[in-house]
């Protein structure tokens, strides 16, 4: 996850400016077995500034209760400097083996804006090529053989104002559920890598703003911004399904592939 932010139209830090920072601890709330409350949670914060520049800060807040395999993510995002700032956010959510195998299949739908296939930045989609199999997870892609990737940015469906997207391995009765709300990162990016050997990545990112920077992107809410003193609030839930209710549940979630 990273703010990100543009200079002379050039965007720094795709992964984030703070891959490898650590973060200021603010609160750590463990269980209370006794008391019957099974929640934990922690807080923290992570800060970019520098003189004379933009002075961004990220709060997060990981919650999760006992017993229950779910993790939810809470995070504001607030501008404390004195000048408009460009505001980007992604949640970049890999996948590997064994969970990504041959057989799987991705969770989402929407309306595709941008197709890469071995390309460095997204192209415009062709009306005629239905990508909607890109969703299976294949076998080893010789073309992508360590070299190259494939996959989609598109403007996600949501159901009732919530993005329910996943990954689902019927083989192994598993599925991972990412719900958030679609106006607070109306954007989903998914990258596809097929390396030698059967080597599997595949990666599902909400996000918000642009990923490859406002130059590169047409999109009309590619240019964001926050205001001096202005904070933005994201919430992201990630569920793990290991029974057939829950998958097949995950599963009605899933939504044609658009041009």
Known sequence: MGPGREEDGKQLYLHGPHSNSPASLLAVHNPELQSGNHEMSLEMKIRDTRFYGPVVEVRRKIVCTLGDPVIRIEDEVINLGNETVPHNLLYHVNFGYPLLDEGARLVFGGRITGVWDGLELPAAPDPGTDYNPWKKVPGNLTEHAGEGSRGFVLDVHSHDGTARVGLINHKRRIGIELAYLGDQLPRLANWQH????????????????????????????????????????????????????????????????VV
């Open 194 to 257: 097929f390396g030698p050997n059967g080597t599997y990545v595949s990666a599902l990112e909400p996000f918000f703003g642009s990923l490859f920077g406002k130059s590169a992107d047409s999109h009309p809410l590619a240019a964001q911004y926050l205001e001096p003193g202005q904070s933005r609030n994201y919430q992201l839930v990630l569920q793990i399904h290991a029974d057939d209710s829950g998958i097949e549940q995950l599963g009605k979630w899933d939504q044609e592939l």
